[in-house]
């Protein structure tokens, strides 16, 4: 186990390092000058000249990378090229409402998705199943960022029952979470599809070992042999799509937050990149990059944890 | 010690929790803030507030609430104008050189920096001379000091837009000089002392709010609060105003078009300014090109009401020259040319140019787009194969520089729009002979031209400067480089119990902002 846990560090650690080199070779391939591009066309020749030295834009490609990854790896991402302000402070500002949205996304997701897919399976080929099956296949189709205009459309314009915009009255906990509804339903819904037929696909496999057979010809009661016998073996493979869809959805939150105007690690890395203002769009990918790979790393090391036969293989 | 263990079932049981939480039922009663608090979409966070390293835009209406300006932007019959500020107790131009001011008695910068003093605007002005925007004070020599709160603003030579385009603009702000040397002799996101009707606060990403500074002794503004929520983009920002959450928005050209159809209930639309102007610009200097029939073949063959019509859904002005509306030297009508293809195909004859190619660059957004695209079809009805090239907007604005590589060289034919103050200077700036390889990208030079941008400049008397401006634009029109195409104006939807203030530019000015 220990072993593993040390490959999966060094694995996590490697996929960083080429993140950053790949973002840092992208962001210098973009044409145009980047510190004329950041403070537009007609800015003076001493204000670019500032720029490119607080940006290290004056030095060999090379040296910039090795400035900001030995920063980087101190904790300095490096400051803001407008307003001077530490990036590590940015993104953190940042970080929390991105999360709190995913989390809200996913939990109404799992609420939902997880019984529904757990029904589908126990009533194959009924109406039920029927039902989920074409749900949940409609919900995967529709981009998340569809969802998001049209939940605004209908329940913050049309019906005005939910605030449209921002992230809430700092410091107003209910306010705030009125602004996590429609955002967290908007990226949630195609991950209720996604984990409804993840469980349903799961629980038949499951529902027809052998194990299973014996609990019934035992006489356990159905609800006891689904939900205590069936589910916790079925649930194992949901715990690493929901790992997964946990960093897919920072891509979606990425939409919500622009639609909704709300603050997160998504808009900031957009306007950043409209900016080209550089240190923030490396920091904000760094932070983003190394929470995914957190995220799986943790999914997988908790189905180790779960499942005694995957923590024996290891 | 007590000892905290998990179990499998503990952990699954309280992750549920964790997600219905994020599901619980929640009231809208908070959603909806009312009251004496103006709500208003802002583009972005502010970034440097310091007049003289600011980014500008947004960080110039804060500066508005917060800082004192000797002048502002006043509107008459379309015509734009300038009058002091309630700061300013006189503002007067003396001669061409001499503008004497005196500040209103009972000015107090907040944080105990005492009042406001002539030497604060000596300080501010004098300091923007080294900043990044000392364009705006090159004609500076130095303010003079004459007393508390008088002093004299003296110019090295006459130039007329000083007050429109310097005092009434972002770079016009005054500072208090004993706060700025405290905080180090600049600042960025924190004035370092106030005086204005709001004091203000910043939450990146999400808003900043102005409330009441206590220390205010002047007129007092409609609203006591004005917060400035952070919508990047436009189109959110006109969802949420339709939503009730923003009582004003600036709003896009398709969505002026979608209202004046049909208007949202309770809102109105305001138009600041049109301080915008497009064209279509030719390398005179190009080999396809150099010859100015075909160039006046081409201005005869564009169908600018066609590029209104399709391209901007016919919510801009059609533009016929670099002047704006409301600014001295405006136009009526194009001088040399007039949509005729029939003309065009002749020039194009008597030119001994047939099987013409083109490319035209275009800035990759949608308006520019289907402009060109209009442009192609038109060129093509008399013969002429145009290709567009879009462009990100790094090499955009490289491609017609001389210092930024070669590209001008291959430079045939462009859509390009400038943004200006109320000002006709400002505009003509430009085009003149120094220009050329640098924002003259048509690359023509006239020195009769460079002769009456200085007159421009010195002149005070309106009428005389008028015609300066629209000899000049002739002038550009006759080298046939040009095909003016429209005027963008800075619209805003706004609630109707709102009367909006805003500078022709669009910078949004709250504390003139008044409640009906």
Redesign the interface.
């Known amino acids: 186990m220990y072993f593993y846990l040390i490959k999966r560090l060094g694995l996590s650690f490697a996929v960083i390092i080429t993140v950053v080199i790949v973002l840092f070779a992208l962001l210098h391939l973009i044409p145009g000058d980047p510190a004329t591009i950041a403070l537009g066309p007609r800015a003076s020749d001493e204000a670019i000249a500032r720029y490119a030295a607080k940006m290290h834009l004056d030095e060999p490609l090379w040296r910039q990378f090795l400035i900001y990854i030995s920063n980087a790896s101190m904790g300095d991402l490096g400051v803001d090229v407008f307003s001077d302000r530490p990036v590590t402070q940015i993104v953190m500002e940042r970080l929390g409402f991105t999360l709190a949205l995913i989390t809200c996304g996913l939990g109404w997701a799992i609420v939902l998705g997880i019984p529904l897919g757990a029904l589908a399976a126990v009533r194959p080929n009924s109406w039920l199943d029927r039902i989920t099956g074409i749900l949940s296949v409609g919900t995967i189709a529709i981009p998340s960022f569809v969802v998001s205009i049209w939940v605004l459309v209908i329940f913050a314009i049309n019906l005005r029952w939910l605030p449209a915009i921002g992230a809430g009255e700092p410091g107003q906990l209910g306010d705030q979470l009125l602004h996590l509804v429609l955002p967290a339903f908007a990226i949630g819904l195609s991950w209720v599809g996604y984990l409804a037929r993840m469980v349903r696909a799961s629980m038949l496999e499951v529902m027809g070992e052998n194990y299973i057979r014996s609990a019934r010809a035992f006489g356990l009661k159905p609800n006891t042999v689904v939900y205590q016998y069936a589910m916790r073996v079925a649930i194992l493979p949901t715990i690493t799509l929901i790992g997964i869809g946990f960093g897919g959805l920072i891509s979606s939150a990425v939409f919500a937050e622009i639609i909704f105007a709300r603050p997160g690690i998504g808009s900031l890395i957009l306007i950043s990149i409209e900016a080209r203002n550089f240190p923030v769009v490396q920091g904000a990918v760094l932070v983003a990059t190394s929470l995914y790979i957190f995220i799986v790393l943790f999914s997988d090391l908790l189905v180790a944890w779960l499942n005694p036969r995957v923590r024996e293989s290891l | 010690m007590k000892n905290y263990s998990t179990t499998?079932r503990n952990f699954?049981a309280s992750?549920?929790a964790?997600?219905?939480?994020?599901?619980?039922p929640?009231?809208?009663s908070?959603?909806?803030?009312q009251g004496s608090t103006l709500r208003i979409r802002q583009e972005?966070?502010h970034?440097?507030l310091d007049p003289a390293?600011m980014?500008g835009g947004v960080d110039v209406e804060a500066q508005k609430q917060c800082l004192p300006f000797l002048s502002q932007y006043t509107s008459k019959d379309g015509t734009f104008g300038w009058q002091p500020t309630y700061f300013a107790k006189k503002l007067e131009q003396r001669d061409a050189t001499h503008i004497d001011f005196e500040l209103v008695e009972g000015l107090v910068w907040s944080n105990g920096y005492g009042s406001v003093k002539a030497s604060d605007v000596k300080f501010s002005f004098e300091r923007m001379k080294t900043g990044?925007w000392?364009?705006y004070y090159d004609s500076l020599d130095h303010v003079e000091v004459t007393g508390d709160r008088t002093g004299t603003i003296v110019l090295k030579k006459p130039f007329a837009p000083f007050i429109m385009n310097t005092l009434c603009n972002g770079p016009g702000a005054i500072l208090c000089e004993k706060a700025v040397k405290k905080a180090g002799g600049k600042f960025?996101?924190k004035f370092p002392a106030v005086c204005g009707p709001y004091i203000y606060e910043q939450?990146?990403?999400?808003?900043a709010t102005f409330t009441a500074n206590p220390e205010w002794t002047g007129p007092k503004p409609d609203y006591d609060t004005v917060k400035a929520?952070?919508?990047?983009?436009v189109k959110?920002?006109e969802?949420?105003f339709?939503?009730?959450?923003?009582d004003c928005t600036s709003i896009g050209a398709d969505t002026l078009a979608r209202y004046t159809k049909k208007m949202p209930a309770d809102s109105a639309v305001s138009v600041a300014g049109e301080l915008q102007y497009m064209w279509m610009g030719m390398n005179t200097e190009h080999p396809k090109l150099k010859d100015p029939k075909v160039r006046r073949a081409l201005q005869h063959a564009v169908d600018v009401d066609s590029i209104l019509a399709g391209a901007y859904s016919s919510t801009t002005k059609k533009s016929n020259g670099v002047i704006c509306p409301g600014l001295l030297g405006q136009r009526d009508s194009t001088k040399y040319y007039n949509y005729d293809p029939a003309k065009a195909k002749a020039l194009l004859a008597e030119a001994g140019v047939s099987g013409l190619e083109l490319t035209l660059r275009t800035l990759n957004k949608q308006e520019r787009m289907l402009t060109a695209q209009i442009i192609q079809a038109n060129l093509a009805a008399i013969g002429v194969t145009l290709n567009v090239l879009p462009q990100?907007?790094?090499?955009f604005?490289?491609m017609g520089q001389e210092k930024?590589g070669d590209t001008w060289k291959d430079l045939e034919l462009w859509l390009m729009r400038f943004g200006t103050t109320p000002d006709p200077y400002e505009a003509m700036q430009w085009f003149v002979s120094s220009q050329v390889g640098i924002w003259n990208w048509e690359r023509w030079t006239d020195k009769e031209f460079d002769k009456l941008y200085d007159q421009g400049i010195a002149e005070t008397d309106d009428a005389k400067r008028a015609a300066i401006y629209k000899n000049m634009q002739d002038i550009m029109e006759e080298t046939g480089a040009y095909v003016w195409i429209n005027h963008e104006p800075e619209t805003f939807a706004h609630s109707v119990k709102v009367k909006i203030n805003a500078a022709p530019s669009g910078e949004l000015n709250y504390r003139r902002f008044e409640r009906v």
């Open positions: 499998r699954m992750t549920a964790i997600g219905a939480l994020g599901v619980m929640l009231l809208p908070a959603a909806f803030a972005r966070d970034s440097i390293y980014v990044d000392k364009g960025t996101t939450i990146p990403g999400q808003q929520l952070i919508i990047k983009e959110a920002a969802l949420a339709e939503a009730g959450e923003l990100d907007s790094g090499p604005w490289e930024k």
